[in-house]
């Protein structure tokens, strides 16, 4: 049996991957995202399985996606494992889905008959990764390690992976490697490239604690120069709001990307994802973690209507910014 493993490139995504690979050896590999999804599954026509991991359906594309799966699981073994939260109550035979979990620890937990037991540390990097370190399974495993060691290499291998963000050949290989259980601070120049990035990482932190823009609910900073999610991260944390933002201008498109952090005291999704369609874009994620495009135009507005939103939804949970304890 011949196998295609579509998968995401950020450091949960490359270690479910790894996970898969550890289980079929001679499984080919390729990076997808949400978007170019129903793109990516036509490649798996020459393959007699299919392993979807860590990629969340699209708002928009989840109907195509689903057709085009039920379309081929007739003639081929198809598994999808996904945590991101799903359209409409979404189900199929195919898919494999919890949202208290994350890419690494569903795939771990799926393969774990066919896969060496020390490969839950491989699952744990990407738990750490995806910061779902304290979902169930992960708990659990978590306890058959050393945790100084453990997050000492899941540390290495995401910021690591940071400095080379489009570079999917490299991402491959510490995929291959991961997949042979190799300790991430033994795999290529990981080890250099994350004090590279945390060096870049000193720095954005700090433009951020100088810069950040403060509303009733949400603390915001852009163009900081730097990793975006990380910068909405501290924009949270130094802004001291429940919700951080960071907004980063695309020149070539006119736009805002943003990334969108918040405390566990507010689900942001889907508030996210109405202001933003609300302005003429699109955003969504996880309900503390989340990102989206704005027409730079509109940002502003968006913010403050963002803003407005969170407001309401914490003083329905009978809470105020101030009363949300940070950090
Ligand atoms: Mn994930």
Redesign the pocket.
């Known amino acids: 049996m011949t196998t295609l493993i579509l998968t ?1 490139a ?4 490359l270690c ?1 991957g790894a996970l898969a690979r550890a289980v079929y050896g001679d499984a080919r590999v390729m990076f997808s995202n949400p978007v170019s999804l129903p793109a990516d599954i036509r490649y798996a026509g020459e393959y007699d399985r299919l392993v979807v991991c ?1 990629i969340a359906f699209d708002l928009s594309l989840a109907g195509t996606v689903k057709k085009m799966l039920d379309e081929i699981s007739g003639a081929k073994e198809i598994v999808y494992l ?3 939260p799903l359209p409409r109550e979404l189900s199929a035979p195919w898919l494999v889905h919890d949202t208290d979990s ?3 620890l569903l795939t771990f937990d799926h393969f774990r008959r066919a896969l060496d037991a020390n490969m839950s540390r491989v699952a744990m990097y ?1 738990a750490i ?2 910061y ?1 370190d304290n979902a169930p399974l992960a708990r659990g495993l978590v306890r058959r390690w050393d945790k100084r060691s453990l997050y000492y290499q899941a540390g290495t291998l995401s910021q690591g992976i940071e400095m080379a963000r489009k570079d999917y050949d490299y991402k491959r290989l510490v995929l291959e490697r991961l997949a042979k259980n190799e300790l991430p601070s033994e795999i290529g120049d990981l080890s250099r490239q994350a004090v590279a990035a945390s060096r870049l990482e000193e720095g954005l932190r700090d433009r951020v604690e100088r810069t950040v823009e403060r509303m009733q609910n949400i603390a915001y900073v852009i163009n900081p120069e730097g990793f975006i999610s990380k910068a909405a991260i501290y924009a949270r944390i130094y802004g001291d709001r429940p919700v951080g933002i960071c907004a980063d201008y695309r020149k070539y498109r006119d736009v805002y990307d943003i990334s969108v952090r918040s405390t566990p005291e507010v689900a942001m999704n889907e508030l996210l994802n109405a202001s933003a369609v609300r302005f003429g874009g699109y955003g969504g994620g996880h309900p503390m973690a989340g990102g989206g495009r704005i027409p730079a135009d509109r940002l502003h507005q968006f913010l403050a209507d963002f803003d407005r939103q969170i407001g309401r939804a914490l003083a329905g949970k009978g809470q105020t910014a101030i009363s949300v304890a940070t950090g």
Request: charged share 35%; net charge negative; glycine share 24%.
């Open positions: 995401h950020d450091t949960d995504g479910s860590d996904d945590h991101h994350c890419g690494s990407g990764g995806d779902r």
